[in-house]
């Protein structure tokens, strides 16, 4: 038997699928290092180099090893097999011989390097797999409407993963499956349009909502004011000042409690079954006091069966029940229009501005691009028409007010996605979809005979009502509701979506 020790011994890993393995991982160490270092020391790097960095090189480089070791094993059991060739033995560590002490350092070192880069690796792939930018940029053109809603938003600042994953090693993990679901629906085109909501799995919102919100701590009412303009030839403007008793409190904490949140939220617990996905329609609702009362609800309108509502699960309310556009907020035309007024970016001067840009603004478009297009062909059109001696003097501000309408499109609605205000509507409120009055409408009753109100007092007060200029001169106090035009109707026993649809055509 020859001397070991004299012997050049043939490496496992000497085989064409170990070294290709190797190759792999030497390529894409070399090829990520540089790039990973310029992602560290560069802020405003692109969300593609992020993937490319932290997943595909990571991945690339672990497949690599993989391979080489699949071919050592390989190797392995070949040489086992064929009896001429010899089996390398384990190598004899000599700490004496300074050749051997320099190598043991040397793949010390090597591993500890190796360990360190997979640590920073891994946490800034976790990191920047939690970070806006790859939940809001990545798949660009899926994410457009709901990212360029939430940079708009109150919430511009909170990450996406705040609200939909929360803190906890469970939901990150529940949320990288579904994730991983999500990249495969994206790349084979499986996902809706527009993206279906409620979201089944949310997480509650006691673990997210409520660690930054403390509905506890809520108190009073928010006085509040809505601006509105007519769709008249003058487009005139009529301000409703409302106080919305917000509410909340603990009596512990020093706060008197009442209002929205306390009544609705805090002192009862609330179910509720639905008859559709969306959960629009609200035949049956359930409420639990603090004190063990229950009161159950059916609507004399549309009722449900004994046996349907057996088979049902109810849910119960909690914060985007009520706030389920917090950060996603499709404005209607109508209100983006009077908020563009009241903000300077429309010109009121413009005759019928109002409804001819309600009227653009709900075309039927099939991209973005045609929208853009048939607003800046649509509004110079109608005043060279219907204005021809305005259509000249006014033609700056007539492009300007182009401009504008563009803008909101471009914010608010998304016909590549089929996304805006029809499709997700804003449960907060009840002009423009029923929101509250899904429930508050005066016709959900228990078998002994209380009623969900629809009392307007029970969730507001109006305190001014009118047009601006004259609401200066009042004194303000609590009134009864007055709707700015007489519509031959008494509009308070109606639902005001029945005639509000968030657009022209009213
Ligand atoms: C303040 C909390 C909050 C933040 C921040 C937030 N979301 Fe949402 N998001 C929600 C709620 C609430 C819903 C609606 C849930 C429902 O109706 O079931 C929602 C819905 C969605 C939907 C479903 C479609 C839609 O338009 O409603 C998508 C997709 C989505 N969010 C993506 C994102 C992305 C991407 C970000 C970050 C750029 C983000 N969200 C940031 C709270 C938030
Ligand atoms: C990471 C903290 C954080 C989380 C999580 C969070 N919010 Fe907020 N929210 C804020 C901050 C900060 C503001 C105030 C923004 C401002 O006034 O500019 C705010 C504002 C609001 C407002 C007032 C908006 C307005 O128009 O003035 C509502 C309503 C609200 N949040 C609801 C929610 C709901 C519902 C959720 C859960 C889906 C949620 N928030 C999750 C931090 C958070
Ligand atoms: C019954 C429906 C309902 C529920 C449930 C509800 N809210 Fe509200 N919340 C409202 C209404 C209505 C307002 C007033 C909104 C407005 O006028 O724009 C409001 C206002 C707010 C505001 C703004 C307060 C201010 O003073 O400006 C925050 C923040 C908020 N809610 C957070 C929450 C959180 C967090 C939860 C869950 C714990 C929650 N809400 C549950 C209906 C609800
Ligand atoms: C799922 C059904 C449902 C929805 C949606 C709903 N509510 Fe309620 N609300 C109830 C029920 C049930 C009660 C009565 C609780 C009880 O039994 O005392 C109630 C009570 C209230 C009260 C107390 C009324 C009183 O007589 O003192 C207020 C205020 C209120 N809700 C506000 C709102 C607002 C604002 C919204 C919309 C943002 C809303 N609710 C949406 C079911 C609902
Ligand atoms: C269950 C509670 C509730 C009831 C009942 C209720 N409202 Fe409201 N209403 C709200 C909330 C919440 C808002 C605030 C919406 C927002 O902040 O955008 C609101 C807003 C309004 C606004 C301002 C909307 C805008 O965009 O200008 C008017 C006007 C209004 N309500 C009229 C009425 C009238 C009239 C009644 C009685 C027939 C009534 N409301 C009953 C909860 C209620
Ligand atoms: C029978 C149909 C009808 C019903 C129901 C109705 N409205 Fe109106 N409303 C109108 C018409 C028509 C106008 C005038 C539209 C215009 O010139 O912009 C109008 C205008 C308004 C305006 C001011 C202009 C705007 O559209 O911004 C407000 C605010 C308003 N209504 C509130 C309400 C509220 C709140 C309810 C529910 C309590 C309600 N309306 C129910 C038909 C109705």
């Known amino acids: 038997m020859p001397d070991a020790s004299m012997r050049k011994w043939r490496s496992y890993l000497r085989n064409s699928l170990s070294i290709a ?20 020391i560069t802020d405003k790097a692109n969300p ?6 932290y997943s595909v090189l990571p991945g690339l480089a672990a497949f690599g090893v993989f391979m080489a070791l699949a071919g050592a094993y390989y190797e392995r059991r070949r040489r ?21 002490r320099l190598t043991l350092v040397g793949s010390f070192a090597g591993i500890l390097v190796i360990l360190v880069l997979l640590s920073i690796t891994s946490y800034r792939g976790y990191n920047f797999s939690d970070s806006v930018r790859f939940c809001g940029e990545v798949c660009h053109g899926v994410m457009k409407p709901e990212y360029t809603a939430y940079q708009n938003s109150p919430h511009a600042r909170v990450a996406c993963v705040a609200c939909h994953v929360g803190p906890g090693a469970g939901w990150y993990l529940r949320s990288k499956l579904s994730g991983a679901y999500q990249i495969y629906s994206v790349t084979f085109h499986k996902y809706h349009r527009p ?3 409620p979201i089944k799995n949310l997480r509650p919102a006691p673990e997210t909502c409520e660690q930054c919100h403390w509905p506890a701590k809520f108190f009073g009412a928010q006085q509040k004011t809505f601006s509105h303009y007519l769709a008249d030839e003058k487009n005139s ?16 904490a020093g706060a008197a409690a009442g209002g929205i949140h306390w009544h609705m939220y805090l002192n009862n617990d609330i179910y509720y079954v639905a008859s559709d996905p969306q959960r629009e329609t609200i035949p049956y609702v359930k409420s639990v006091g603090k004190d063990g009362r229950v009161t159950e609800y059916m609507s004399t309108e549309n009722p449900l069966t004994p046996e349907q509502l057996a ?34 970016r429309l010109d009121p001067s413009l005759p019928y501005l109002k409804r001819e840009g309600m009227r653009l603004l709900s075309g039927d478009y099939k991209t973005e691009a045609e929208a853009l297009a ?62 509250c009055f899904r429930c508050h409408d005066g016709l959900h009753k228990s078998a002994d005979g209380k009623v969900i109100t629809n009392d307007c007092g029970a969730c507001h007060t109006f305190l001014a009502q009118g047009k601006p200029a004259d609401l200066a001169k009042m004194k303000l106090q609590a009134q009864p509701f007055k709707h700015p035009v007489d519509v031959g109707v008494d ?9 509000h649809t968030g657009t022209i055509g009213l």
């Open 21 to 40: 393995g190797l190759f792999i991982t030497l390529v894409s160490t070399v090829v990520g290092l540089p790039l990973m270092f310029f992602d560290i």
């Open 374 to 435: 048939a607003i800046a062909k649509g509004l110079p059109e109608f005043y060279a028409k219907t204005y021809p001696a305005l259509a000249h003097p006014q033609a700056a501000l007539i492009g300007e007010a182009v401009r504008s309408i563009q803008a909101i499109f471009s914010a608010t609605i998304f016909p590549e996605m089929k996304t805006d205000w029809r499709a997700h509507p804003n449960h907060i409120g009840h002009l423009n979809s029923d929101g």
């Open 237 to 252: 403007p009529w301000q409703i000042q409302t106080l919305i008793k917000i509410g909340g409190g603990e009596a512990k």
């Open 80 to 100: 086992l097999r064929s009896p001429g060739e010899p089996l390398p033995p384990l190598p004899t560590i000599d700490l004496n011989d300074p050749s051997q």
């Open 311 to 344: 088979k049902s699960i109810p849910r119960k309310v909690d914060c985007v029940d009520c706030h389920n556009r917090p950060s996603h907020i499709y404005w209607a035309p109508d209100r983006s229009m009077d908020l563009a007024f009241e903000t300077g």
């Open 491 to 499: 509009v308070t026993t109606m639902k005001c979506d029945t005639c």
């Open 195 to 197: 993206i279906e909501t």
């Open 48 to 53: 593609y180099a992020g993937i490319f960095i």
